[in-house]
């Protein structure tokens, strides 16, 4: 298979205080990582691709300061949310992709609540 | 309006009927993918149609493309009350490898 993990599953964090959340690729070495952002009742928004040992590319309006993605190896992606602000509450999503392959294994999203 | 656009936004039917959503694009790709997703939980793939084919089947599940009108059908036959969830195309464009998410439409299979 194809197993992408994410952790925490949910978190809840003050407003102001930076989150951290894991994507991990279990049983596989993931290229390509993606993030998306999902609010209720939406669809996944891509807020930003990264390649193991190089910076992440950004979509237009994500702000890079805010959202620090870093893949350091081939199986661990992360994504950190930088004083955090209510509005930042949402459903944060991973994905990997293999070499040589179209398919985007996603993980099971982190739900980020900011009080 | 967006890249992958769904219809309907929301679809209510009975156990053992057919359930038809569908999904239209506008620019140019390598293929069209449809997802599962349980609410509140990670997404599933379902079904991958390449840009050369037309019509694709996967157990209850069919998948017709039309490049031409830039437009996608997943068909799921003899619905089941574990159907019930939003189900949404993504796009990968020929430009890239990053998908294009429709805005869903939800499945709601009564039994």
């Known amino acids: 298979g194809a197993v992408v993990s994410q952790h925490p599953s949910r978190v809840i964090c003050k407003s102001g205080t930076s989150v951290k959340i894991e994507c991990r690729s279990l049983?596989?070495?993931?290229?390509?990582m993606f993030w998306y952002r999902q609010f209720p009742k939406q669809s996944l928004m891509l807020m930003a691709t990264s390649n193991e040992g190089s910076k992440a590319t950004y979509e237009q309006g994500v702000e890079k300061d805010k959202f620090l993605i870093n893949h350091a190896s081939l199986t661990l992606s992360t994504l950190t949310v930088t004083s955090a602000h209510p509005e930042d509450s949402s459903f944060y999503i991973c994905?990997?992709?293999?070499?040589?392959?179209?398919?985007?294994?996603f993980g099971p999203g982190t739900r980020l609540t900011v009080t | 309006s967006q890249q992958g656009e769904e219809d309907p936004q929301a679809l209510s039917i009975q156990e053992g009927e057919n359930a038809t959503m569908n999904c239209s694009y506008k620019?140019?790709?390598?293929?069209l993918q449809w997802y599962r997703q349980n609410s509140g939980r990670g997404l599933v793939h379902l079904i991958l149609i390449r840009s050369n084919e037309r019509e694709k089947h996967s157990g209850r599940l069919r998948v017709t493309l039309d490049t031409s009108k830039k437009s996608s059908s997943l068909l799921i036959t003899a619905s089941r009350a574990a159907d019930t969830a939003s189900y949404f195309c993504a796009t990968e464009e020929t430009s890239g490898s990053r998908l294009t998410f429709g805005e869903g439409t939800q499945l709601t299979v009564n039994p």
């Open positions: 049983d596989f070495q993931a290229t390509t």
């Open positions: 994905s990997a992709t293999r070499d040589f392959s179209y398919e985007q294994y």
């Open positions: 620019t140019s790709i390598n293929n």
